[in-house]
């Protein structure tokens, strides 16, 4: 979203982190008791493709790589109710009968509009499902997005996610920014209270760079990170790597990126083509084979583009189509 982009560079002067943009890509999911067929280990892919549709996240879950974000079934802005409520419940509902087991959502999306929608569309939840809320961005007017990662707001916020999601434990709870008002370990610290009280299963992390994410490891566990990623955009391609190394899983916010797909004699917009497919497809089949900690959480907020990116679990890039994806950085 390109106002909360604008309100985090403005509250922090630091270009290098960017928080919670919107997708330009639909939903997608990977198609329940099927992922081994869709992305298993009889792919055709080159040695340096992830092939395994699953992640073990935390050591105790076991999701499926393509997940759901959930931003999107709010208002206009990610401000209020959606224009059609019945629409983003089918959305959510849709969403776990193909497959979907983590959906990511945060407390300021709305604010509270999308925790709400999630519980009045699934609950009771069906086994294994894990959703990931966030806190520590407050919402004082359409627009605005402004860092509070104090301790004592933050333990607000989860009991008021807990309370809105009829959980009494958030299965993966993540600092949503790092306030530079307080100490990365101060705000951590908190998190690790409230795991320790039974609150969180599982602590993760968002928008951070690798001195921070050490440093927070330093006090808890941390199991994943969300950070800014996409083709054109691999700024956190170190986060990535560092991810890799220690198992962490990675979420990657605003994963389609730019249009340059759209040009023609590009790679990306070659290889829709050649698949007939569109090219958010083609950018979420490269996420996939990036990485095996890759996690991808496109959001939609209507059904027809929610089923058209289920067909992208289905699509397997050729390795000369890959590499040459793979060029695009920017």
């Keep these: 979203m390109r106002d909360e982009l604008a309100a985090r560079n403005q509250e922090r002067a630091v270009t290098r982190r960017r928080f919670v943009g919107i997708t330009l890509a639909s939903g997608a999911a990977i198609l329940a008791g099927k992922s081994d ?17 699953t992640f073990s996240l935390g050591g105790d879950f076991t999701v499926n790589r393509l997940g759901f974000g959930a931003m ?54 069906p086994k294994g499902l894990v959703i990931a809320t966030k806190g520590g961005l407050t919402r004082p007017g359409p627009g605005q997005w402004v860092p509070n990662c ?12 807990l309370k809105r999601l009829r959980l009494d434990r958030i299965d993966l709870y993540q600092l949503h920014t790092v306030d530079s008002k307080v100490p990365i370990e101060e705000s951590v610290g908190a998190l690790k209270q409230m795991r320790d009280a039974g609150k969180i299963r599982h602590i993760g992390l968002s928008n951070v760079d690798r001195k ?19 083709i054109e955009d691999r700024e956190s391609e170190d986060v990535l790597v560092y991810c890799e190394k220690e198992k962490l899983g990675f979420l990657p916010w605003f994963p389609i990126g730019g249009g340059r797909g759209l040009k023609r004699e590009n790679p990306l917009n070659t290889a829709a083509k050649a698949h007939g497919v569109s090219v958010f497809q083609v950018a979420l089949a490269w996420l ?29 890039l050729t390795p000369e189509e890959w590499k040459a994806i793979d060029a695009l950085a920017g």
């Design 288 to 316: 996939l084979e990036r990485s095996p900690v890759m996690l991808p959480i496109p959001g939609t907020s209507s059904l027809a583009h929610l089923e058209e990116n289920v067909a992208a679990a289905k699509l397997k």
């Design 72 to 125: 999107r079934v709010t208002g206009e802005g990610i401000w209020g109710w959606p224009s059609d409520r019945q629409k983003a419940l089918k959305v959510l509902r849709r969403a776990v009968e193909l497959g979907v087991n983590l959906i990511d959502t945060a407390d300021a999306y709305g604010p509270d509009t999308s925790e709400l929608l999630i519980a009045e569309a699934l609950y009771p939840y």
């Design 37 to 53: 067929v869709i992305l298993g280990a009889n792919a055709s892919t080159s040695s340096n493709m992830a092939t395994n549709p």
């Design 212 to 230: 921070e994410i050490d440093r927070a490891r330093k006090i808890v566990p941390i199991v994943s990170v969300q950070n800014r990623y996409n």
């Design 150 to 161: 104090r301790p004592d707001h933050l333990k607000q916020a989860l009991d008021g996610s």
